[in-house]
């Protein structure tokens, strides 16, 4: 299974800059656990268009379920123009069923941003 997008800064005005601006060489970690006992179970770099991808095979899934982990990027204090400048953001992962409950694909859902 693939888990895979793009890092845009979405703090970009669409109106003035026309399309969000994507974060190059970002470090992107798929992250398991609760707190004080989350592990970095993977860990990637964005390419130059912003892109993360993540593979799964069977195992890695029931090991590590995946709607109880998150992605976690962390920006350098220049990437993007947030308030304060630097962070993370962490998105949850969201798994996709068919109607009869049968698991299609993980997507990542929407993102928090938490300043560092």
């Known amino acids: 299974m ?5 890092l845009t800064c979405t703090n970009t005005s669409i109106a003035s800059a026309g399309t969000y601006a994507v974060i190059p060489q970002t470090k ?4 398991c656990g609760i707190l004080i006992f989350e592990r970095v179970v993977r860990s990637t ?4 268009l912003g892109i993360y991808t993540f593979t799964f095979g069977a195992r890695d899934i029931l090991l590590n379920i995946p709607e109880f982990c998150h992605l976690k990027a962390t920006f350098a204090s220049s990437s993007c123009s947030l308030d304060p400048s630097g962070g993370v953001l962490r998105f949850p992962i969201v798994g996709i069923r068919s109607s009869s409950g049968t698991l299609i694909e993980y997507i990542p859902g929407s ?6």
């Not at 992107?28 to 992250?31: A, H, N, T």
């Not at 770099?45 to 130059?48: C, D, E, K, M, P």
């Not at 993102?111 to 560092?116: A, D, G, K, N, R």
């Open 2 to 6: 693939v888990l895979a997008g793009v």
């Open 28 to 31: 992107v970690e798929f992250v």
């Open 45 to 48: 770099t964005t390419s130059s």
């Open 111 to 116: 993102p928090s941003y938490l300043p560092v």
